[in-house]
């Protein structure tokens, strides 16, 4: 191995080294205690360091939220595959999404609620738009093309919302079920399905 490669991939290990750090300190201590100063005690590097990976915490928690996507996309790709029927995969992607925004808070809020430097829509990094995808994907066969960009835009956001009220304990854990069960009803409703 060259001593550029070694250099190379020493870097890349470092980068998600941080990275890594940062989203283990925001989930047992929220995002508030993520600072680089920390993150350079407990990775044992400088802050100049951190600083030749990111150049501020807002771009260290935009690198967690991009591999959030990546995790996330690939839960609702398992959950879709799983299904035997387009309906069925609506239901239980909508309910990995939900799992997978209950089991990750700091990450959820990194792609959803705090200020970040991602850009969204069309000119999105490429995780952000496979997790898209995967949502285009659920409304495909029971939509035409024209409606489908806001077909999924409106169903992301119910989910989004009933994610971020299950999580601010603002609805019944009891009815969880019987939630999903509606709004997937719904949606197959206001598509003739």
Known sequence: MSTQTRKERERAER???IIDTARELAETQGWEA???RRLAERIEYSQPVLYSHFASKAAIVAAVAEQ???DLTAQLRAAA???T??????EQVTRAYLDFAAANPARYDAMFVLNIDLTFGLEAPQALRDGFGEFESLFRPFVDEADLGART???WSSIHGLATLERGGRLRPELRERRLAILVA???AAVGA
């Not at 029927?85 to 609506?90: I, V």
């Open 85 to 90: 029927t387009p309906a069925q995969a609506l």
């Open 81 to 83: 595959s799983a299904a």
């Open 153 to 155: 835009e409106v169903a």
């Open 68 to 70: 959030g996507f990546v």
């Open 15 to 17: 980068h998600q080294r």
């Open 34 to 36: 993520v600072t680089v």
């Open 186 to 188: 719904e949606w197959l």
